[in-house]
């Protein structure tokens, strides 16, 4: 497994994390048992980092992992991040130290730890990405020891820019897939330049990459890839990368036979899945410092894993990437985020 600097943290982490959000709700049913055989196999697999957030399950995915963390010992030489932000309306108002605080604490308690490795604001409004006292605000949090880092979790490329301008944002996460390039142009270089780490989410555009859905698919009523289609529960660019479901089918074939032609530095096509190639090509671009997707079960969370040892991609695996998003996304995709 590659690993690389976590931005402004100084912790050094795996090229490949492991999201949680599926560990919570919104993506059907996981049962507690197998959360924790997904959270075991990412670890025995050379995952040293999880990401995860307050309102993911209300809490139940920091409870899994805290449980976890116990289990697992004091040396777990994990890196644990969480967010905050999403269990109140999204309002400038209410990015204040009060709210703060108690956030932090209760992320602390479902942690079971005492210092959050790293907090991340929950894909906030651009007033509070902009708003001094909002960092001003976590930089008192880290002076008291109950977080050691921050970062913030975004949704466009304009608030990723504006958040690395502060000096001590440590990350920022993005969504950075096949299907959504913009980050490369500005946002990776920018944040190189600073110092601060990327981390990717949605390298698979909610699974869609795999190459594994047909438009016979179908999804959980309590799954956000059937409810939040339309963007009616939170910003449609979560869900499948805000791509158009039949475009994205096609597009993901076409990614699927660019990823069966992936050679290793001797010319031999090396054995990867499209998911692991999807996963492979976000953990070696320039800048990023994690990628994490999300598992369902412990063979996945193992074969995710395994990405993070593929041979180097290479310049040609992303002119072929580039063409794709050109021909399939680049008109409607490229504007929004």
């Known amino acids: 497994m590659r690993e690389h600097i976590l931005g402004k943290t100084g912790r050094t982490v795996s090229a490949v994390g492991l999201g949680t959000w599926q560990l919570g709700a919104d993506w059907g049913e996981v049962s507690e048992a197998d959360a924790l ?69 209760r992320s602390r308690k479902n942690l079971g730890v005492d210092t959050l490795d790293l907090v991340q604001l929950h894909c906030p409004p651009t007033d509070v990405v902009t708003s001094d006292e909002v960092y001003d605000a976590l930089d008192t949090l880290v002076a008291e020891g109950a977080i050691a880092s921050y970062g913030l979790s975004v949704e466009t490329c304009s608030q990723a820019l504006a958040a690395i301008a502060h000096p001590n944002v440590a990350t920022v996460q993005i969504i950075v897939n096949a299907f959504r390039l913009k980050p490369l142009d500005e946002v990776l270089p920018a944040a190189l330049k600073a110092g601060v780490g990327i981390i990717a989410r949605v390298p698979l555009a909610s699974g869609m990459l795999a190459g594994n859905y047909t438009a016979s698919t179908r999804f959980a009523d309590n799954d956000h890839r059937n409810y939040n289609r339309d963007g009616s529960h939170f910003d449609v660019g979560e869900t499948f ?78 002119d072929g990437v580039r063409s794709i998003y050109d021909a399939y996304f680049r008109a409607a995709i490229h504007p929004r985020w």
């Open 37 to 105: 055989a997904v959270l075991g196999a990412a670890a025995d697999s050379g995952v040293t980092f999880f990401d995860t957030a307050d309102v993911y399950g209300d809490g139940r995915s920091e409870q899994v992992i805290g449980n976890f963390l116990r289990n697992r010992g004091t040396n777990h030489g994990l890196t644990v991040a969480t967010k905050m932000g999403r269990r109140m309306d999204q309002l400038p108002e209410n990015y204040v130290m009060a709210n703060f605080r108690a956030w932090t604490d």
């Open 241 to 318: 990368s805000g791509v158009d479901y039949a475009a994205g089918l096609d597009a993901a074939a076409a990614f699927g036979s660019l990823a069966a032609s992936v050679q290793d530095s001797s010319g031999s096509t090396t054995p990867a899945t499209t998911a692991q190639a999807a996963i492979a090509w976000v953990s070696q671009l320039e800048g990023v410092s994690t990628v994490i997707p999300g598992a369902r079960s412990a063979s996945q969370a193992q074969a995710n894993a395994a990405a993070g040892s593929l041979p180097e991609l290479g310049s040609n695996f992303t």
